[in-house]
């Protein structure tokens, strides 16, 4: 906390900018210098913060501050501000600088002409936002893409088989989605899986894929005559902290009429720090009788208290770990106390990205009950797993 006195100068217009402040007593007028002439912008009071701009678009002070009666700030450091607009979104960094500029504009447009000129010629010298705000710009064109795509029609789902390791049977898949662009063909899921996830069209898109895997798996039932075969359907936190997503899951099940233990739900770690409602709702999944499982486990914050305590069928460990179950001890260790822990906690294990006889007889060894992986098959479109008979 600093104190100031009665008309003392903070900080004058054209200044570098270094720190920020919050009014905790006392009051200050914010104004703009012309010749000798001031023009009053605001009177700042408890509460308000101020000389954030500079900090936040890293030109000059905008105005001048000046304390008008006896007056205590908190100061917020430049590093302090930094900090948190690091972790904002680019779009949300986009707008803070397009507002401040047309903030800056304004309080010029009160100077004389002049001024406004010597004001404009600093302002073009000092254009350095262009970064963040492509980046930006590029974010939000590459989203409406992704889902100008989807009402297109131009995403399907591929299924990858999970395979008993016993005797190598296919008795569930994997859904995954892929989007074939008519003329630059498939693109890489790598690209747009996350752009997805991280918008709120996960949630229609979402629903999109359990309704086309949905419908998929009944008429894998039949064609394979196997009334227990699962589809995995890889589902995102965002879907499950949906108020109506176990209404809609429902809905679609009893449409394509299907029972709940033929799909199985695959949710990541990070659904495990999303809190109780998203938790709720996983449990209430399990109880109408979904399998759910933990997909690419291992790879981000695994609490195992949390684990034990979450409504899951089985467990999928990450293809990383399984890559290198037979050329690094440390990891093959790894492998087998996590599968040792999941048969402890009663639930299933599936190796996923198995690409050799040597992986597969590991973790076999180890208790891994299914496999996943281009050893069997890799992801491929419907039709052709539909008559696809063994691996
Ligand atoms: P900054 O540009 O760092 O330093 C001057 C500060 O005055 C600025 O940040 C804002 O906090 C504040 N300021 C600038 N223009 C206005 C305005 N028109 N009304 C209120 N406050 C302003
Ligand atoms: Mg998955």
Redesign the pocket.
């Known amino acids: 906390m600093i104190q100031i006195s009665k008309g003392q100068i903070l900080f004058r217009q054209g200044d570098a900018?270094d720190s920020a402040y919050i009014v905790e007593k006392g009051q200050i007028y914010?104004y703009l210098e012309q010749d000798k002439e001031e023009i009053p912008?605001?009177m700042l009071g408890q509460g308000e913060i101020?000389?954030?701009?500079?900090?936040i678009d890293n030109q000059n002070?905008?105005?001048s501050?000046r304390a008008a009666v006896d007056t205590s700030l908190s100061v917020v450091t430049k590093e302090q501000l930094m900090e948190r607009m690091f972790t904002a979104d680019p779009v949300v960094k986009l707008l803070l600088n397009v507002l401040l500029k047309r903030?800056r504009l304004?309080?010029t447009a009160l100077l004389s002409k002049e001024a406004q000129e010597k004001e404009k010629a600093k302002a073009n010298a000092q254009r350095e936002l262009i970064g963040a705000s492509n980046e930006a710009i590029e974010q939000i064109k590459f989203e409406n893409l992704v889902y100008e795509a989807f009402r297109k029609n131009q995403f399907e789902m591929f299924y990858q088989p999970i395979v008993d390791l016993k005797n190598r049977k296919i008795n569930g898949c994997e859904a995954l989605l892929r989007w074939k662009d008519p003329e630059k063909g498939y693109v890489s899921p790598g690209v747009f899986i996350d752009v997805i996830e991280s918008s709120s069209m996960v949630l229609p898109i979402g629903m999109w894929i359990l309704d086309q895997s949905m419908k998929d798996a009944k008429e894998l039932i039949a064609k394979k005559n196997n009334p227990n075969f699962t589809v995995s359907v890889n589902v995102s936190t965002k879907q499950f902290a949906d108020p109506r997503f176990i209404e809609e899951l429902e809905g679609l099940r009893k449409k394509h009429d299907l029972r709940p233990t033929n799909i199985k739900l695959e949710v990541t770690e990070r659904v495990m720090m999303e809190g109780a409602v998203v938790i709720e709702t996983l449990r209430q999944c399990r109880h109408i009788g979904y399998e759910i499982a933990i997909d690419d486990f291992g790879t981000g914050f695994s609490s195992l208290q949390y684990l034990s305590s979450m409504p899951l069928s089985s467990l999928k460990v990450d293809r990383s770990f399984v890559m290198k179950v037979n050329s690094d001890p440390k990891v093959r260790a790894i492998v087998h106390s996590l599968i040792f822990m999941s048969k402890s906690l009663g639930l299933e294990v599936v190796a996923e990205g198995i690409e050799t006889e040597e992986e597969l007889q590991s973790v076999f060894a180890m208790g891994a009950e299914k496999g996943q992986g281009y050893l069997f098959s890799k992801p491929i479109p419907f039709s052709q797993f539909l008559n696809l008979e063994g691996v």
């Open positions: 900018g914010i912008l605001a101020f000389g954030e701009m500079s900090l002070r905008s105005a501050a903030l304004q309080n």
